[in-house]
C-alpha cells in the first residue's frame, strides 16, 4: 500500500514539468479526452499503464503497429503517449515544431546536462550554430585517419581470436570510446589495449555506461521518476549523483586544461578535435561556450557517439553473418574501392562515398533495429494530426520503431534487404519513413559522422575477415530496449581471416 501511495505523491509532483494548465485538474481533462479519443491497441493495467516487459517491448510495439498503423494511444503508468508511426501523421504531429516535454527528457538532463540532445528553443538553436563547425566537411575528413587507427588495432587483437567464437560487445564499446575520445576529445587514450579501470578515461567509460543503464531504469520505476525521491531515498540514487559528479569532473578538467592551453599558445595551436572546434566557436556577439556548456555537449557527444555506433556496428555484422551473400555483395564493392584508391591506408574521405551497397546496409540495419527507438514532443497548439484534433500540451511520441515495421510503410518489415535503400528503390520514399537519425532541424548533427566511421570500420573489418556466426542455430537474440537498443544475449561470432 506505501508504495502505492509514494507513487501517487511522485505522480502528482510531476504534474507541473508536464506544462498542463491549470495543474492537476487540466491533466486530468487532457488525460480523460485523449481517453476517449484515440484508440490503445490493447486494455493496460490502471497504475502500470502498457509497460510491457524490456524484452518483450519490441515485440508489443510491432504487435501494436499492425494494429493501430497510423496513431494509438500508449499510458506510461497515468501519462498518456500519443504515439505516430506513419509517415502523414509524424508530418501533421510536428508540423508546429513543437518542443521536447520536460518531463521525458529531464531524467536524460540529470544524466548528460543540457546539451543538444535535451535542450530546446533559442539556446538550442545557438549551441546548434555554434556546433556546426565541428561536423563540416573539413573537420569530418581529418577524423578518417582516426577510424583507419583504431580499426587497425581492433584487427590485431582479433586476428589472435580468428576463428575462435567470441562476443564482440566490449571490444566494441572500447573501439568506438577510443574514437570518440580523440575526435570529441583530442585524448588518445590507448584504451583497447590498455584497459586499467584505475584510469581516469576507463572510469569515465564505466561511468558513462552505469549512468546510460541507470537512466533507462529511471524510465521504468515510477518511484524513481522524483528526483527527491531518486537521490535522496535510494542507494542507487545516491549511487547515480556520485557517478554523475565523477562523469562531469572528468570531462570538465579536460576542457579546462585544453582552455589554458590554448589562451597560452593562441588559437593557432587549435587542433581538429571537436573540443577545440567548441574552445574557439563564437557565435554573432562574440561570445562562445562556458566549461558548463562544453561539458554537457562533450558527455552528450562522448555517450552517443560511441554507444549508438558501437551497437549499430554489432547489429550490422549481425545481420550480414546471417546473409552471407550480403556480405560477398559488400566486400566486392569495399575491393573495387580498393583497387582504385591502392589499400586501406590511402582510403580518404571522399573515396567512402563509392560504397553505395555499403551504405544501404548500414541503413537497412539501423531500419530494422531502430537504435533511437523514439523521440517526443508536447504540443504548444491544438493540432490536427490524421482524424483527431489533439488538445495543448498534448506529448505526442513519434515511435522510430513502429515506423520502420509499419506494413504499410515498409512491407515485409522484418526481411533484411539492403536493396530497399537502392536509389531506384528510394526515390519515392516518403522523407518520413525513415528516421534512423531523426528528421527535420533536429536531425542528428552527427549523421555523417556516424555513416563515415561505420564504413571506414566495416572496410577493415571485411576486408580481413569473414564474418560467421559462433553458433548457426542459436535464436535471434531479443531487442533490449535501454537508450539504445541491444542484443541481450550477446551475440558470439567468428572472425574468419580472408
Excluded at 581492433?154 to 560487445?169: A, L
Excluded at 534487404?417 to 536509389?423: K, Q
Aim: glycine content about 4%; some cysteine; overall charge negative.
Amino acid at each position: 500500500m506505501w508504495l502505492a501511495i509514494l507513487a501517487i505523491l511522485s505522480f502528482i509532483s510531476l504534474i507541473p514539468l508536464w506544462k498542463c494548465a491549470p495543474g492537476l485538474l487540466g491533466f486530468i481533462q487532457l488525460r480523460k479526452a485523449l481517453l476517449q479519443a484515440i484508440a490503445s491497441p490493447e486494455p493496460c493495467h490502471w497504475l502500470a499503464g502498457h509497460s510491457p516487459d524490456p524484452i518483450e517491448y519490441r515485440a508489443k510495439m510491432l504487435q501494436w503497429t499492425n494494429l493501430r498503423r497510423r496513431i494509438y494511444l500508449q499510458m506510461v503508468s497515468f501519462y498518456p503517449l500519443v504515439n505516430v508511426n506513419h509517415p502523414d501523421t509524424i508530418v501533421a504531429a510536428l508540423k508546429h515544431s513543437p518542443p521536447k516535454p520536460a518531463y521525458l527528457y529531464n531524467f536524460m538532463v540529470d544524466f548528460l546536462g543540457d546539451g543538444l540532445l535535451t535542450s530546446g528553443g533559442k539556446k538550442w538553436s545557438r549551441d546548434r550554430s555554434l556546433l556546426d563547425k565541428s561536423f563540416k566537411a573539413e573537420q569530418l575528413r581529418s577524423f578518417v585517419p582516426i577510424y583507419k587507427s583504431a580499426g587497425a588495432t581492433m584487427v590485431d587483437k582479433w586476428m589472435e581470436r580468428q576463428n575462435e567464437v567470441f562476443t564482440i560487445e566490449d571490444d566494441l564499446a572500447l573501439l568506438t570510446y577510443d574514437i570518440i575520445m580523440q575526435c570529441a576529445m583530442g585524448s588518445e587514450t590507448n584504451c583497447q589495449l590498455e584497459t586499467d579501470s584505475e584510469k581516469a578515461h576507463m572510469q569515465y567509460l564505466d561511468n558513462a555506461q552505469w549512468l546510460s543503464a541507470a537512466t533507462t531504469k529511471r524510465y521504468e520505476n515510477l518511484l524513481y521518476h522524483n528526483n527527491f525521491i531518486f537521490l535522496n531515498l535510494t542507494p542507487y540514487g545516491r549511487e547515480f549523483a556520485a557517478r554523475r559528479k565523477q562523469l562531469v569532473e572528468y570531462s570538465t578538467n579536460v576542457i579546462r586544461t585544453r582552455r589554458a592551453e590554448l589562451d597560452e599558445a593562441g588559437t593557432c595551436a587549435a587542433g581538429n578535435s571537436m573540443l577545440d572546434s567548441m574552445l574557439s566557436a563564437r557565435d554573432k556577439d562574440g561570445h562562445g561556450l562556458s566549461d558548463q556548456e562544453i561539458s554537457n555537449h562533450v558527455n552528450t557527444m562522448l555517450d552517443a557517439g560511441h554507444d549508438t555506433t558501437a551497437y549499430s556496428l554489432q547489429w550490422l555484422l549481425f545481420y550480414l553473418a546471417q546473409h552471407q551473400q550480403v556480405q560477398d555483395k559488400c566486400r566486392s564493392e569495399i575491393r573495387k574501392m580498393l583497387e582504385n584508391c591502392g589499400s586501406i591506408d590511402d582510403v580518404e574521405h571522399r573515396d567512402l562515398d563509392e560504397l553505395q551497397y555499403v551504405s544501404q546496409a548500414i541503413n537497412e540495419t539501423l531500419r530494422i533495429v531502430g537504435i533511437a527507438h523514439c523521440f517526443a514532443r508536447i504540443l504548444e497548439k491544438s493540432t490536427k494530426v490524421g482524424e483527431h484534433t489533439l488538445p495543448k500540451n498534448t506529448v505526442v511520441q513519434v515511435n522510430v520503431v513502429a515506423l520502420h515495421h509499419n506494413p504499410d510503410v515498409w512491407p515485409d518489415s522484418m526481411t533484411f534487404d539492403p536493396d530497399r535503400f537502392s536509389p531506384e528503390n528510394s526515390k519515392d520514399r516518403h522523407p518520413y519513413a525513415y528516421l534512423a537519425f531523426g528528421c527535420g532541424q533536429r536531425t542528428c548533427i552527427g549523421k555523417r559522422m556516424a555513416m563515415d566511421e561505420m564504413r571506414t570500420l566495416l572496410t577493415i573489418l571485411l576486408s580481413t575477415f569473414r564474418v560467421t556466426l559462433g553458433d548457426e542455430n542459436a535464436p535471434e537474440p531479443h531487442w533490449i530496449c535501454e537508450m539504445v537498443s541491444k542484443p541481450k544475449p550477446a551475440v558470439k561470432f567468428r572472425m574468419e581471416v580472408l
